[in-house]
Every structure is written in C-alpha cells, then in structure tokens.
C-alpha cells in the first residue's frame, strides 16, 4: 500500500512548477510587446484562458464565489480575446500603408 504523502506533489517540486509557470507568463506578457503576431497571441488566449479557470476550480471549488474570482475575470478575458482576434484582422497597420507624393508645381 502507498504512503499518503507518495502521490502527493511535494513542497519543492510545486514551488518550482510555480516559478516555471511564472517564467512562462513573463515570456508570454513579453510576447505583446512585439510589433507582430498579436492575433497569434489572441488565439492562444482563446485557448488557454478555458483551462485556466478550469485549473483554478479543481484547485479549490470554493473560490468561484469570492468576489472578483477566476471564472468572471477569465470570462471577461476570454470574450476580450475573441474580440481581440475578430478586429486584428482588419486593423491597419502602417507595413500596408500606401503613400503617395504631393506633386509639386
């Protein structure tokens, strides 16, 4: 028979699972800081954004009725995001801009 604590995530490994996912996050937050590829980062969005709340509820069911919880706030997000991704295909963008002299008499 196994030990309570052998299935269990031990403290170090979450704490560096934790500092991992932070370090994803920055690279990610990164990312938009970048000229190009946001409708790319908009549809990661759309994906991820799912999973995380439904990460944060198996975590503790409990927290989706405090105030400001993780599955209003990644809604708002996730609708932001579609938003986001059906307007980037038509924003302009200065690449595509077509200029043209003033002739001078």
Do not use: H, Y
Not at 1 to 9: H, V, W
Not at 22 to 45: H, T
Not at 51 to 58: E, N, P, R
């Amino acid at each position: 028979m196994a030990k309570p604590n052998e299935d269990a995530l031990s403290w170090n490994n979450a704490n560096k699972i934790v500092i991992w996912i932070g370090i994803a996050e920055i690279l990610f937050g990164l990312c938009w800081l970048l000229p190009r590829g946001k409708r790319l980062l908009f549809g990661a969005q759309i994906i991820v954004f799912p999973f995380l709340t439904i990460g944060a509820l198996l975590a503790d069911i409990t927290i989706a009725t405090a105030p400001f919880n993780p599955v209003t706030f990644n809604l708002a997000l996730w609708v932001l995001s579609i938003i986001g991704f059906i307007i980037s295909k038509d924003m302009p963008s200065a690449r595509r801009c077509i200029r043209k002299r003033e002739e001078t008499t």
